[in-house]
């Protein structure tokens, strides 16, 4: 089986969780023996080679800036487009297409109609619920296209119990059309702790609090930093390090400042997966404090390193932590969370039994699971394929049709006729 996957950002690019599901279920699909091509985007010439087993083509977005975001996505969409027939002159079409949220839509229902193969989609998070609803048109447009790609899908993946309630509800999508399949992780190689590596960024005294993620504001790290004076109040021998960027990194910096938290927390910017792994090892608690998180798959990093962990109670997080494992926190309440924090700061036998408790609850979900349950639907999905008309009709798309099918799909008129079709859809 030959699976062609579309994803906007492919390691080494990683600007979030997205890249790195991606590269470990492509990869982990190959040691299950399918043959898996990924477009992506890229820097400079086209790209076309084997990755870890991987078909991988980087193609750089052609022609002049966009003018806006749409415009631009649009733009990266016809270079996907271009990356897509380099690989089928080079390994043949695919049996089926899996494109990786809204921003690889157009590309992904365009090789959808043209090749007449079966599309799935993952949706990894929704604008909606990033944003608490839809507060401008930009917003609107993108839940257009997060709505138009559930409805060309044969099956739309989610990562979580709490995600498929939200697409379902929200999209109107069919829950047979819908496919739970939970994000992995690795399980770290053992290691000792690295005292250089911490070094760099707290004292040997400091006990070491660490998020690792986007600096969004979904993430709630705004609510961690304004729990900081209760845990210093505490533990004065806290230090906080936030590790990561994004647009909110300069309001979170003055907000920290304005509470006069100074040195106590530290901003690392983007680090080395070598740095991060080293700072694993050193804290004495990790926390991940999100108001919005479709899984929580940097919750799952941490528990593999055996680091005692504290969640938002909210999205997949509520349903990969429990009492048992870590500690839930009441999503945007700073005094709650610095309770929470202080308890397992104060608690070594609390912290230690959330440590071996989250290991364990990390080996259910190792990228082979994931990969064999992604294969099985994906076998399943052909099967439907085979056994339905769809295979032998006519309406091939060319490449000009596509294209003009792209651009006609951020119009207006296009994009009121989705708006008046809202539906489930089948193919």
């Not at 590269?23 to 820097?43: C, F, H, K, N, Y």
């Not at 993946?157 to 819908?178: H, T, W, Y």
Request: overall charge negative; hydrophobic content about 45%; some cysteine.
């Amino acid at each position: 089986m030959h699976v062609m996957m579309l994803s906007w950002e492919y390691p080494p690019r990683v600007v979030g969780g997205l890249a790195r599901h991606v590269g470990e279920l492509a990869r982990a699909l190959v040691v299950q023996g399918l043959d898996v091509s990924v477009i992506t985007t890229g820097e400079g010439s086209p790209s076309l080679k084997i990755e870890d087993g991987v078909l991988v083509a980087r193609w750089p977005k052609r022609g002049p800036a966009g003018g806006d975001f749409l415009s631009d996505t649009m733009l990266m969409n016809y270079s996907l487009l271009e990356a897509a027939m380099a690989v089928a002159d080079s390994a043949g079409r695919p049996d089926l297409i899996h494109g990786h949220d809204w921003l690889v839509a157009p590309a992904a229902w365009t090789l959808k109609h043209s090749w007449h193969r079966p599309l799935l989609a993952t949706i990894h998070a929704t604008e909606v619920g990033r944003n608490k609803g839809l507060h401008n048109d930009l917003q609107r447009r993108i839940s257009d296209l997060e709505w138009a790609l559930g409805y060309e899908s044969w099956r739309v993946i989610v990562c979580s119990q709490a995600m498929v309630e939200e697409v379902g509800n929200f999209f109107c999508i069919p829950r047979d059309k819908l496919a739970m399949i939970p994000n992995g992780v690795n399980l770290p190689l053992p290691g000792e702790a690295d005292d250089a590596g911490r070094a760099k960024f707290a004292a040997p005294e400091e006990k070491i609090i660490l998020y690792v993620g986007r600096l969004v504001p979904e993430k709630g790290v705004g609510v961690l930093i304004d729990a900081m004076p209760q845990v210093l109040a505490a533990h004065p021998e806290a230090k906080l390090l936030i590790v990561g960027s994004g647009y909110e990194e300069d309001n979170l910096k003055r907000q920290a400042a304005s509470l006069g938290l100074g040195p106590k927390v530290y901003f690392t910017g983007f680090i080395s997966d070598k740095e991060r792994d080293a700072l694993y090892r050193s804290a004495s608690v990790a926390v991940f404090p999100s108001l919005y998180e479709p899984f929580g798959i940097v919750a799952l990093e941490a528990m593999s390193f055996s680091v005692p962990t504290i969640v938002g109670k909210t999205g997949g997080l509520a349903e990969i932590v429990d009492d048992n494992n870590g500690l839930l926190a009441e999503p945007g309440n700073a005094a709650d969370l610095a309770g929470k924090i202080n308890w397992l700061l104060s608690d070594p036998a609390l912290a230690a039994k959330l440590s071996r408790n989250g290991l364990a609850a990390c080996k259910q979900y190792g990228w082979q699971h994931v990969a064999s349950a992604t294969e099985a639907l994906y076998q399943e999905v052909l099967e439907e394929f085979r056994h339905s008309a769809w295979p032998d009709a006519e309406s091939y798309w060319t490449l000009d049709d596509a294209i003009d099918r792209i651009d006609r799909l951020f119009s207006a008129t296009v994009h009121q006729r989705y708006q008046n079709t809202r539906g489930g859809g089948v193919m």
